[in-house]
């Protein structure tokens, strides 16, 4: 009878790349994912310690599965990512139905802890970085996946330390793929069917600065941008501080990167950028987001914002405010300050209630939500290029795919479509997706 796995991941496309690699293993092992832990005989949680109070909500969710595990105890749970790097053994002594914890540099064991599992060896926690020699050694062999789109793991770690952040302390220090190698792997992902690939990092800009003779990130891009076939490109995450006028050249000039960056800012007070160690000044970013927009007009940006870091006070609120009214982020992923154990911010002090912070967090909300609205109201009528990636949720013969812009758009259409570009019309706008009709020429 085969052996059946079930797996949840949380938090970041890292995460979604680890997981990928653990359904590949998995599988070398004879093991088939199923979609109800219920059914499995062996649970995974692929954690994200980035939010505050990650540790306890993970705890919490390992509690669903202890029914299970008493009914059938030689069920095996486990937890890697995130959360397991951080916690290691600790998480054995506190849920004692755990059987495996792996950090986030020892998934490429994780084959081996399930088979010592199996074979009654329970109780296991492999964690603690690897040399970066060892590491390069690691990064994911692809999956066999039938996905129009794919993301690229081009490096891995930080060296930004920004005060508020768990990351370096979790995932390592940076460390780049060799050039070759990356557009190697793009090249078998098209040959897979792949027609989209994300390359992806904790900060993709500075890929390339610390390995002797490595190309920059933007001539990157262009390597990968001429893999025959690739039909889009992305990339995601830029910290704006390494953000080059090399890598804004090639919005101008690429015909299939995405005209879509997801450019973090956090905050548009230069004294809490500065608390933040984030390196750049409210007037860096603006600048660079002009730059973006003369070399593609019609560029859409997400962000990244906190709010209630410690010290902020109203006049450092009403700044990150009006940076957000002049960009016009498409998206916002906003967030109430959480703090981390570990990390500088942690020790500052913090006199901000809960109750202003909140206020603070609402009013921003409603300002990106009209400046979203505006946005996406605007591509009523209008016609665009949508990469079709598959079936809609939707059903009724609709299919779905996304804009250059990374915006999702039903409209009816057949599976054959699937991989191919399409002109659509909007016809409908709402909140997290479009309505569409094919355009016929």
């Not at 105890?73 to 506190?94: D, F, S």
């Not at 500075?206 to 262009?222: H, M, P």
């Not at 090639?250 to 390196?279: K, W, Y």
């Not at 996304?402 to 999702?408: G, K, L, P, Q, S």
Request: one cysteine or more; proline letters at 3%; a negative charge.
């Amino acid at each position: 009878m085969q052996k059946r796995f079930y797996l949840e991941t949380f938090g970041c496309q890292m995460n979604v790349v680890d997981s990928e690699r653990i359904v590949s293993m998995l599988g070398e092992i004879g093991y088939l994912q199923v979609d109800a832990a219920d059914d499995a005989d062996l649970v995974l949680l692929n954690t994200c310690s980035v939010r505050d109070k990650a540790e306890r909500k993970v705890y919490g969710h390992l509690g669903r599965f202890k029914p299970i595990k008493d009914a059938r105890p030689a069920l095996i749970i486990g937890v890697g990512g995130c959360v397991a790097e951080q916690e290691g053994e600790k998480m054995l002594k506190e849920v004692p139905y755990l059987d495996l914890v792996f950090g986030t540099h020892n998934v490429h064991r994780l084959p081996e802890l399930v088979q010592q599992a199996e074979a009654g060896n329970r109780r296991l926690s492999v964690t603690g970085f690897l040399d970066q020699e060892t590491r390069l050694n690691l990064f994911p062999q692809r999956s066999e996946l039938d996905t129009v789109t794919r993301f690229v793991t081009v490096m891995q770690g930080c060296d930004n330390f920004c005060t508020y952040c768990i990351v370096p302390h979790v995932r390592g220090r940076e460390i780049s793929r060799a050039s070759a190698e990356i557009v190697r792997e793009v090249e078998a992902l098209v040959a897979q069917g792949a027609r989209e690939v994300t390359l992806l990092g904790q900060n993709v800009n500075s890929y390339g600065n610390k390995e002797d003779g490595e190309i920059s990130f933007a001539q990157l891009v262009r390597r990968v941008a001429a893999v025959e076939g690739l039909l889009r490109l992305r990339f995601t995450t830029s910290h704006p501080k390494d953000l080059s006028d090399e890598l804004i050249a090639c919005f101008a000039e690429l015909d299939n990167l995405c005209h879509q960056l997801h450019l973090p800012v956090q905050c548009g007070s230069n004294a809490i950028l500065t608390q933040m160690n984030r390196d750049y000044s409210r007037e860096d970013y603006l600048q660079t987001v002009h730059k973006l927009k003369a070399a593609c007009p019609d560029i859409r940006l997400s962000t990244d914002i906190i709010v209630g870091f410690p010290g902020e006070t109203e006049e450092d609120f009403q700044q990150t405010l009006a940076l957000v009214d002049e960009v016009g982020y498409a998206d916002a992923f906003t967030f109430l300050y959480s703090k981390r154990t570990g990390t500088p911010a942690a020790e500052l002090e913090d006199k901000t209630g809960a109750r202003i912070k909140q206020q603070r967090f609402e009013r921003l909300l409603e300002l990106q939500q009209s400046r979203s609205r505006e946005i996406w109201e605007s591509d009523l009528g209008h016609e665009f290029e949508v990469l079709v990636e598959g079936e809609s949720k939707q059903g009724d013969g609709q299919m779905f795919g996304r804009t250059t812009a990374n915006r999702i758009v039903n409209f009816a259409g057949t599976p054959d479509m699937i991989g191919t570009l399409v002109d659509v019309k909007i016809t409908r706008v709402f909140r997290n997706s479009n309505l569409g009709e094919r355009v016929v020429s």
